[in-house]
């Protein structure tokens, strides 16, 4: 079982910036995979929100985070960040990091609550 372990969430006011982390074990074959962020509100399903290439590092995004969000990584460490600016309420859940395919085996996610 691969265990993520997502950091880095808090509560910031409309506007504010965030940075959130993932660290995945050795054994992931982190490399290997095209990565994602999620997120997550309640009641709803998670949502991938930002993704990142194992070939060549691009990334995508879905439109409402676009010029906002970014999203790194580091195969050397295997972690990838997601940072966050122009924060807006709708932003506001848990976020998840974990494969673009087939994801499993989620972690606890980071609590990221953008206040107005």
């Known amino acids: 079982q691969v265990q993520l372990v997502e950091s880095g969430g808090g509560m910031v006011e409309v506007g504010g910036s965030l940075k959130i982390s993932c660290i995945a074990p050795?054994?992931?074959?982190?490399?290997?995979?095209?990565m994602a962020w999620y997120r997550q509100t309640p009641g709803k399903n998670r949502v991938l929100v930002a993704s990142i290439s194992s070939l060549d590092g691009a990334p995508k995004y879905i439109d409402s985070v676009k010029g906002r969000f970014t999203i790194s990584r580091d195969d050397d460490k295997n972690t990838m960040a997601l940072q966050m600016i122009s924060l807006r309420p709708e932003d506001t859940g848990v976020y998840y990091c974990?494969?673009?395919?087939?994801?499993?085996?989620w972690g606890q996610g980071t609590q990221v609550t953008v206040s107005s």
């Open positions: 974990n494969s673009v395919n087939l994801p499993r085996d």
């Open positions: 050795e054994s992931s074959h982190f490399r290997l995979r095209a």
